[in-house]
């Protein structure tokens, strides 16, 4: 089959290979087609890379889905990409042109896409001979007759390809227009020759023409059939006009009137009103059970279903507010300060926009039941919708209704299950969204959290705008750090950091222990848990910031509690200290206390971490060397920083401290903090690790109940650092007394509750001589000589 007159152009590339099933690609042909395979989908992204193109042949079999290399044809096409659109799905549709033949000399590689070695057959000079141009009539008649025959290609082909004068063009073009078997049109594909490929082309031409003859009788035969069908068909719909005027089979009707009523009832908008009466006047004129009927059914029934103009009415009583507030949490006074303020306003200002609130913090302080609590304390619906991992953009604003199956997006039916427009709407985990090619869904939120856009949300099932002015907006999140900025710009964020010692003591008593023993079946009676045994519990099985793991301990409690009563048949149980063991097993986390003595060398920090403060025991040895520095206990990038910050401060500075003045060469020092299991970093320790170097440099002790934090600069200017309330509370229940802060942290005092400032006397300091003031037994060390 193969005679290529033209060898001098041809030439060898490389490309990425699609293997396509039932779908044969000519030279000179435009075409679409979806792709779905994943080996498929990576060779179009590979072309598109490069100079989008790729070599495209056909499977032999249809039906095998995942093809090797001997379930395609050697030869095919070498085509040029148009255009690619995602659809859903994870399909492609991609629009192709066919520019040569081509013939896989080497596949290169089959994962995780087909490439091959592709000797490129371009198309000769013009041949001007008489056999030629015969054949070209020739063929040009047959395919008129075909045309004639077949009724299925319009006449109008005929003029374009009249035109055509090449010979091997004139059958590419035509056997792309043809329907054929893919067995005939891979033997013109493969006739390289264009006089040949003119004669395979009239010989299948022939034969096609035949069969369609053939074809002609045979309607010309069904036709009489088809008469005595029709008149069935007549007289069915008769029979069914009877029906309709006895009143049996009107439902389709009816429904239209029904739509008819709600319009009148909902009292949409002037532009909803013409849209839908649009609408329905197009499903009148359509049959019921017409594919686009059900379509414009289900569209008409969503705007009509929507609360265009329903709202819940504000009960706006400023102490009920509170009340409600106080009587589902505990603390939590700023949170509570905002809303009690936003509902201020909202009385005095009839037309105040909803505001956007964002509440952040770790995970168990209840973010979302503190939402729960606004909608209650307004009188309004709650609607959710978690953001987590939702990275799909139709999800916000909904499907185009081209799309089959399309509905609008989780906002719009999330408003059409609150039935009123102006409910208190939960955005969770919002710092959780993520993007792919299916869209950026955090660009599409900036439209709904904006108080200045949202009054026209445009989904893109519906097409008309919807007002979410109404709407009061919360947003939860655990940290701002994955906020997209523009997102976060409209957002005002109230912190919601973790719970004290004793608020959780709190809530234990008055929320959890309560809960837990009425899903359990029992009464307050059966189970008795002092508070000392709530505070082990506390301390010494939870290490977090919120109380979600402290209500699974106490559900354990009860779970076991419930037993013995069961088995026992004993009315009351009590929790002690001492049985507490029995019930949850050995103490899972230790936290540490203050040293019994002052040491050398030997310094408390405090650190910040996803589930609340914590307490860090710095450790410093010199020993002679040469004057390396060794940093131990998985630290950060941060904290080295610091630590050799530290040293440079002390170097400078040795003429003022009681340091011998050639340490940096005469000693190693090596700092640890224990627990090296665990990663450490952050700005926290700059002060600690200097206070504790300067302690074993000058063998002088570190007072044992003073804690510090803050990050330290070459000239021993301290630093502000974050997390106060936290690493604070963590001194607390360390037994800390003094604790050395920033001066510039002054402003986050405020945050500790009164309890604790009682017990703990804060220094602020702004140089480390003041820090070493505070810091340094200098009476021990005198005591020591």
């Known amino acids: 089959m193969e005679k290529n007159k033209n060898n001098n152009n041809n030439k060898n590339i490389e490309l990425p290979l699609i293997p396509l099933r039932g779908l044969s690609v000519f030279p000179y042909m435009v075409i679409h087609f979806d792709v779905g395979r994943e080996k498929s989908i990576k060779a179009l992204e590979e072309a598109m890379v490069k100079d989008q193109t790729i070599f495209l042949t056909t499977q032999k079999e249809v039906d095998v889905d995942l093809p090797t290399t001997e379930d395609f044809y050697e030869i095919g096409t070498i085509s040029k990409i148009k255009q690619m659109l995602k659809l859903p799905g994870d399909a492609i549709r991609v629009l192709v042109e066919g520019i040569s033949r081509g013939r896989i000399k080497n596949i290169g590689q089959d994962e995780p896409y087909f490439k091959a070695e592709i000797e490129e057959y371009k198309a000769g000079e013009k041949e001007v001979n008489r056999e030629v141009e015969a054949m070209m009539r020739v063929v040009l008649d047959a395919f008129e007759n075909y045309v004639s025959v077949s009724n299925k290609i319009s006449p109008e082909v005929i003029i374009t390809i009249s035109s055509i004068e090449e010979a091997g063009r004139l059958a590419d073009v035509i056997a792309s227009h043809m329907i054929l078997k893919t067995e005939q049109k891979q033997e013109i594909l493969e006739a390289f020759d264009p006089k040949d490929r003119l004669e395979v082309l009239y010989k299948i031409l022939l034969k096609e023409i035949e069969i369609l003859e053939v074809e002609k009788e045979i309607n010309t035969k069904v036709r009489g059939r088809i008469n005595r069908l029709q008149k069935e068909y007549y007289l069915k719909e008769q029979l069914k006009a009877i029906k309709e005027e006895l009143g049996e089979d009107a439902g389709y009707d009816d429904e239209i009137e029904e739509m008819y009523d709600k319009i009148k009832k909902v009292k949409l908008p002037k532009k909803v009103e013409e849209k839908v009466y649009k609408e329905i006047d197009r499903l009148s004129k359509l049959s019921p059970g017409s594919a686009e009927s059900g379509v414009i059914r289900t569209y008409v029934g969503w705007i009509l279903d929507l609360p265009w103009n329903k709202k819940t009415k504000d009960s706006i009583d400023i102490k009920k507010a509170n009340a409600i507030l106080e009587e589902d949490h505990y603390g939590l006074k700023s949170v509570k300060e905002r809303i009690l303020e936003y509902l201020a306003i909202r009385k005095l200002a009839k037309k105040m926009k909803g505001p956007i609130i964002c509440l952040v913090g770790p995970p168990g302080v209840g973010k979302t039941s503190i939402a729960k609590s606004i909608a209650r304390s307004l009188n309004r619906k709650f609607v959710r919708m978690s953001l987590g991992g939702v990275r ?101 964020v109230i912190e919601v950091s973790g719970y004290t010692e004793h608020e959780k003591v709190v809530i234990a008593k008055k929320y959890l222990l309560p809960k837990q023993i009425k899903e359990h079946g029992m009464e307050e009676s059966n189970l008795q848990v002092s508070e000392q045994t709530i505070r082990d519990i506390i301390n010494y099985y939870t290490r977090e910031s919120g109380v979600r793991n402290l209500e699974r301990q106490l559900a354990t409690i009860c779970r076991k509690a419930a037993r013995q009563i069961v088995e026992n048949e004993s009315e009351i149980v009590r929790v002690n200290t001492t049985s507490l063991k029995k019930y949850l097993g050995i103490p899972k986390y230790r936290y540490e206390k203050v040293r019994d003595k002052n040491e050398v060398g030997i310094t408390t920090g405090l650190a910040w971490t996803r589930v609340g403060g914590d307490t860090l025991s710095i450790e410093v040895t010199p020993m002679k060397g040469t004057g390396k520095l060794v940093l131990t206990g998985q630290l950060g990038d941060v904290m080295k920083e610091s630590a050799r910050a530290g040293l440079s401060y002390i170097r400078s500075r040795v003429d003022v401290l009681d340091i011998d003045e050639d340490f940096y060469k005469n000693y190693d020092i090596h700092i640890h903090i224990p627990e090296g299991a665990i990663p450490k970093d952050g700005p926290s320790a700059g002060i600690t690790m200097a206070t504790a170097v300067i302690s074993a440099l000058e063998k002088t002790p570190v007072y044992r109940n003073v804690a510090m934090t803050g990050e330290i600069t070459l000239r021993g200017r301290i630093l502000p650092v974050g997390g106060i309330k936290e690493k604070v509370l963590a001194a607390n229940r360390a037994g800390v007394e003094k604790i050395l802060l920033p001066m510039e942290n002054e402003k986050d005092l405020t945050e500790i509750p009164d309890s604790v400032k009682r017990k703990i006397e804060f220094v602020l300091v702004e140089h480390m001589d003041e820090v070493l003031k505070h810091a340094l037994a200098k009476e021990d060390k005198q005591n020591e000589n």
């Open 392 to 492: 799909d953009e139709a999800e916000i604003r909904g499907h185009r209704r081209t799309y089959i199956g399309a509905i609008p997006g989780r906002i719009i039916s999330a408003i059409k299950d609150a039935g009123s427009k102006n409910p208190v709407f939960l955005f969770d985990e919002i710092d959780k969204v993520s993007s792919d090619f299916r869209g950026d869904p955090a660009s599409a939120l900036l439209e709904v959290l904006d108080p200045e856009q949202n009054r026209e949300f445009t989904d893109h099932y519906l097409e008309l705008p919807f007002d979410l002015s109404n709407v009061m907006f919360i947003t939860t999140a655990n940290t701002l750090g994955t906020i997209p900025r523009p997102l976060l710009d409209r957002m005002e």
